[in-house]
Nanobody, 126 residues
Framework: QVQLVESGGGLVQAGSSLGLSCVASGRFISWWPMGWFRQAPVMAREFVASINLNGGNTSYSDSVKGRFTISRDNARNSMYLQMNSLKPEDTAVYYC???????????????????WGQGTQVTVSS
């Protein structure tokens, strides 16, 4: 079993930056693809970004492309999301996820991930 814990959320003003972290415990994550998702109030959970097992390939939703950067440090069993130029519409609970399959592919669908963190709240005020 692997546990994922997100941190770094908070309340910021529009235009600010914020960095999220996801630390895994229980298993080494080096062989598994990971991703970030978010869920705003009364909205469905949506894909934000994903990263392959060695960080060499990434994918972003159109709404965050050019503003957010996903990265990982397998030596620290961690994944990150750097969020710049934040907008009020970025307000959501952000979740990290991983797919327990040793593959170099990227994944963008909720159903493709096997493990999830509990989420961290990001609120962007206008």
């Amino acid at each position: 079993q692997v546990q994922l814990v997100e941190s770094g959320g908070g309340l910021v003003q529009a235009g600010s930056s914020l960095g999220l972290s996801c630390v895994a415990s229980g298993r080494f994550i080096s062989w598994w693809p990971m991703g970030w998702f978010r869920q705003a109030p009364v909205m469905a959970r949506e894909f934000v970004a994903s990263i392959n097992l060695n960080g060499g390939n990434t994918s972003y939703s159109d709404s965050v492309k050019g503003r957010f950067t996903i990265s990982r440090d397998n030596a620290r069993n961690s994944m990150y999301l750097q969020m710049n130029s934040l907008k009020p519409e970025d307000t959501a609970v952000y979740y990290c996820a991983l797919r327990r399959e040793a593959t170099g592919y990227l994944f963008r669908q909720i159903s493709e991930y096997t493990d999830w963190g509990q989420g961290t709240q990001v609120t962007v005020s206008s």
